[in-house]
């Protein structure tokens, strides 16, 4: 299974944000850190020259990158990510979940509140002060294992009521895909239609870590109006092995050509993805390569080896 990894869109706070989040979670390390090159950068980029690009972390063992870039985009609550705490992550799971939550709200917004819900006996939904959404779960022992922190796509304005679409559509492209827990709306509740999905998971592919480290996401259709829908703020990316898997996963996630640059893409229903060779790092240390990749819509492997 290829890596997917959400990535963050900041407004040259990618630093900044890495830290913050290193303080919150109890279990992170960092991956990586690139830089913007100081010769050679496009117009617009001329006043990052060797300044953080972007940053990779592992909290709790899932992958989250941080791109430093300008005020072009945001991510907002249409795409943010689910946060189980079991014993398997803390030996207080309740006094962890607090305190996270504590930490993740400063300077943020209460979505919802920290309280017992029907679905949770315990649980808050918060959007911090970079934008990024967290849903706080305090997780039954007994529920089947999951990676702590999980994906999770909103599916509301333009792309309201094509949850179910977007899912069989993911669930197709990737081998060993499965969708997990589905639930429906009963009866029209707001803008979503009877049968759309209150909620649903589903992994992508299958990871090489069990199943807490297997590529989970959820997916929902709202039940109330909402002022947002996806932006570039919150992508995904997948690291494809050849130029065949990227031509294949190009052809159905890419949907708005104006929106093609640098292996990024929206899909049918405003979700943007990255796609990027698995040595995207490694081709990058050549001379030349990052000017040609600031050239390119689909990545050409062949071409950004200078070939």
Known sequence: MHAITPHIWHD?????????????????????????PTEGPADFQASFAGAV??????IHGCRVAFINADDTFRPNPAAGFMVHVDDAVAEDPRGYLDGLHDR???????????DEYPFSARYAWVED????????????????????????LLFCGPAQNSAAEAVATYTSLFPGSEVGTVATYPTQTGPAVEGAYMFSEFRLGRGSGGPRKDPWITA???????????????????????????????????TDPEREQCGWCRDAYGVSWQIVPADLDDLLAAPGAYQRLMGMKKIDIAELRGG
């Open 12 to 36: 040259r706070t990618a630093a900044e944000a890495a830290d913050f989040y290193t303080e919150a979670f109890r279990d992170v390390r960092e991956v990586s850190r690139s830089h913007y």
């Open 220 to 254: 929902m259709d709202s039940g109330v109006d909402q002022p947002f829908t996806f932006t570039e703020g919150f992508s995904l990316m997948v690291r494809a092995d050849d130029q065949d898997e990227i031509d294949r996963l190009w052809a159905v996630l890419s």
């Open 53 to 58: 690009l972007g940053i990779e972390l592992e």
């Open 129 to 152: 002060r970079y934008g990024v959404s967290w849903q706080l779960f305090l997780t039954p022992p007994d529920s089947a294992p999951r990676p702590s922190l999980v994906p999770s």
């Open 104 to 114: 993740l709200v400063e300077g943020g917004t209460t979505l919802m509140p920290l």
